[in-house]
T-cell receptor, first 111, second 115 residues
Framework: QKEVEQDPGPLSVPEGAIVSLNCTYS??????FMWYRQYSRKGPELLMY????GNKEDGRFTAQVDKSSKYISLFIRDSQPSDSATYLC???????????FGDGTTLTVKP | GAVVSQHPSRVICKSGTSVKIECRSL??????MFWYRQFPKQSLMLMAT?????????EQGVEKDKFLINHASLTLSTLTVTSAHPEDSSFYIC???????????FGPGTRLTVL
């Protein structure tokens, strides 16, 4: 079983929709949670970073962490065609030198 | 945000040749850099973790003699694919982490095609 499971997608939504991207994890030592966005043929870019349970908002993006359920989500409000990309969740515990990534969810927002 | 560059962005080489890819952190010192490989429509596969001034730590199944990693300074790490073969064709991405931070900043990637 993978340490991090991500909803596989692909996901296709109309412009303006609310998008929910989700990951679950099994390692209770994970303390830091990240979401990356990767456009086709580009390197990933950091979108959101959080280290506690609860919500963190940045513009149209909200990252949600539920440590009791070992579940994290990324919500995108008023989705735009420019949001079309692959989204990767990543997690790290305090002792590990590396992050563990989900397999990514490909999102397409149709105009 | 922090900027990480990679060079070259794209390289095509003949089978049997060696290819060097550079990863630079442009506006911060990176004590740790990571090298990933990504196949089409697949996630990142960590190849190795390199710490400045020490030997890289390779993930299981990654040949250290084939993928040579050098992290000679706090802003530069290199990945050399030795005796490249067509199956080494892939998208190679590096990332860098600042000291005492948990987030990584990724380079734009290098597309390697081995003929």
């Amino acid at each position: 079983q993978k340490e991090v499971e991500q909803d596989p997608g692909p996901l296709s939504v109309p412009e303006g929709a609310i998008v929910s991207l989700n990951c679950t994890y099994s390692n209770s030592a994970f303390q830091y949670f990240m979401w990356y966005r990767q456009y086709s043929r580009k390197g990933p870019e950091l979108l959101m970073y959080t280290y506690s349970s609860g919500n963190k908002e940045d513009g149209r993006f909200t990252a949600q962490v539920d440590k009791s359920s070992k579940y994290i989500s990324l919500f995108i409000r008023d989705s735009q065609p420019s949001d079309s990309a692959t989204y990767l969740c990543a997690m790290k515990d305090t002792n590990a030198g590396k992050s563990t990534f989900g397999d990514g969810t490909t999102l397409t927002v149709k105009p | 945000g922090a900027v990480v560059s990679q060079h070259p962005s794209r390289v095509i080489c003949k089978s049997g040749t060696s290819v060097k890819i550079e990863c630079r952190s442009l506006d911060f010192q990176a004590t740790t850099m990571f090298w990933y490989r990504q196949f089409p429509k697949q996630s990142l596969m960590l190849m190795a973790t390199s710490n400045e001034g020490s030997k890289a730590t390779y993930e299981q199944g990654v040949e250290k003699d084939k993928f040579l990693i050098n992290h000679a300074s706090l802003t530069l790490s290199t990945l050399t694919v030795t005796s490249a073969h067509p199956e080494d064709s892939s998208f190679y991405i590096c990332s860098a982490r600042q000291p005492n931070r948990d987030t990584q900043y990724f380079g734009p990637g290098t597309r390697l095609t081995v003929l």
